[in-house]
């Protein structure tokens, strides 16, 4: 049997206003779609089957939650930063136990080492694919690249057109500021730091509601 939920609610104006001059409520409030982001992300990173997205190639599917995780962890270590920074954390710090400091140091260690990886992905591919990206991926692709594209009854309305070319233009840009000793060893790389960080942005959501919001939710 599952085991029990405890649910508080309350008027969220009552949890994040006023919004103090560090910035601290905005800041927390951010954790919060960030977290469910990276939840969704790396479900559709671990799916075998996703018969709807999975047109063409299912590890396009599994790149494509790569970047958006990645991307994510990106702003996750930021906000964890500036959370640091607001005078109001020492109060949500000083009500850690040693095991919850253990969780919350280790995680802050984790997103500051990252921080600047990330942002270098992300500013790659991490939104939109921009420009800069697709001019390295068009002079760096793998001579053993062999991909098309895939048509059928174009211009009416069973038309489709299949870019089966893209995973390898979005693959070669994304492991652009990646070491590896290839591509698989790259991939590999980033998803360790996707299911890493994950682990570690759920501590620290934890340590904020066990330390924090769960009391401003009421008693």
């Keep these: 049997m599952p085991k029990s939920a405890f649910i508080r609610v309350r008027e969220l104006r009552q949890v994040f206003e006023p919004l103090s001059d560090s910035n601290f409520e905005a800041i927390i409030a951010r954790l919060a779609p960030l977290y469910e982001d ?3 992300e790396l479900s559709g990173i671990a799916e075998d089957s996703i018969a709807a997205l999975d047109v063409f190639d299912v590890r396009y599917r599994r790149i494509y939650f790569l970047r958006k995780s990645l991307s994510t962890l990106s702003e996750f270590a930021e906000a964890i930063r500036q959370l640091e920074s607001c005078p109001e954390f020492g109060l949500v710090a000083s009500k850690f136990t040693p095991e919850i400091n253990t ?9 500051n080492r990252n921080e600047h990886p990330l942002k270098l992905v992300r ?4 939104g939109h694919f921009g420009l800069e990206a697709a001019r390295f991926a068009s002079q760096h692709l793998h001579p053993d690249a062999v991909d098309g594209i895939e048509m059928s009854e174009p211009f009416t309305k069973q038309g489709r057109v299949l870019l089966r070319f893209s995973g390898e233009v979005v693959a070669t840009a994304m492991l652009r500021h990646v070491w590896g000793l290839n591509r698989e060893h790259q991939i590999r790389r980033l998803l360790k730091v996707a299911r890493i960080g994950y682990r570690h942005a ?18």
Aim: one cysteine or more.
């Design 103 to 111: 969780y919350w140091v280790r995680a802050s260690a984790f997103f």
């Design 123 to 126: 500013n790659d591919i991490g």
């Design 38 to 40: 990276l939840r969704i």
């Design 202 to 219: 759920t501590r620290c959501v934890h340590c904020i509601v066990f330390c924090y919001l769960w009391d401003k939710l009421g008693r």
